[in-house]
């Protein structure tokens, strides 16, 4: 069975650090999503990731993965307070069941 | 556009009562599939369609839990004889694609459920 775990679970930063956000999973898989909620909200696709050594950026945030290493990252550059939210990764399983992670609620701090 | 749309918004039920959630996904989108996401949790898969054919359902907790989707549309998620630990936030999302490639799933505003 699929586990996907994130860490950390939560986690306090300064305006204007960088910090990573680690997602690994238990099984083969090509494709890894991350999405953003923010609290009273629904997701939103931040990225989807495709194959092995795929990178993506938009505005602060990056994210990569390691199909070999199952292992995706998404990196906060120069942290600012509107990305306070909770971030979840998703994997595919086989054909189309998709599980996601516990997230990662990220607070920053002015 | 319009996205998925998901019925009622609230739900508040008794104990024993069977209730019944509906999504509305996005026109053209062929795949549907169902989360519950508890307060401060990730979403936890249910189960999911591709048209109408019911693809997994191996998500869904017991046999009080079912869903359809008989036209390859609109899709009814039904709770039989409620109990208090069903009370959670229910997702639904859907997706243009049968494999879920470069398209991500596309979320509702979900049916909170509360059971008395």
């Known amino acids: 069975e699929l586990k996907v775990e994130q860490n950390p679970l939560f986690l306090s930063m300064q305006e204007g650090k960088n910090y990573t956000i680690y997602c690994n999973y238990s099984?083969?898989?090509?494709?890894l999503y991350w999405y953003r909620q923010d609290p009273g909200k629904s997701l939103e696709s931040l990225f989807v990731l495709l194959s092995n050594g795929a990178v993506k950026q938009e505005g602060r945030l990056m994210a990569s993965l390691d199909t070999k290493a199952r292992l995706s990252t998404l990196h906060i550059t120069a942290a600012v307070h509107d990305l306070s939210a909770t971030y979840f990764c998703?994997?595919?399983?086989?054909?189309?069941?998709?599980?996601f992670g516990k997230g990662t609620r990220l607070h920053i701090l002015p | 556009g319009a996205g998925v749309s998901q019925s009622p918004r609230y739900k508040v039920t008794k104990r024993g009562q069977d209730v019944a959630l509906r999504c509305d996904p996005i026109s053209g989108h062929v795949s549907l599939y169902w989360y519950r996401q508890a307060l401060g949790q990730g979403p936890e898969f249910l189960t999911y369609f591709n048209y109408e054919a019911q693809q997994d359902k191996s998500g869904l907790p017991n046999d009080r839990f079912s869903a359809e989707r008989p036209e390859g549309s609109i899709s009814t998620l039904t709770i039989q004889r409620t109990e208090q630990r069903d009370s959670a936030m229910y997702r639904c999302a859907s997706s243009p694609h049968t494999r879920v490639y470069n398209s991500p799933l596309h979320f509702g505003n979900g049916t909170r459920l509360t059971v008395t």
């Open positions: 998703a994997v595919a399983l086989g054909d189309d069941k998709i599980i």
């Open positions: 099984t083969t898989s090509d494709r």
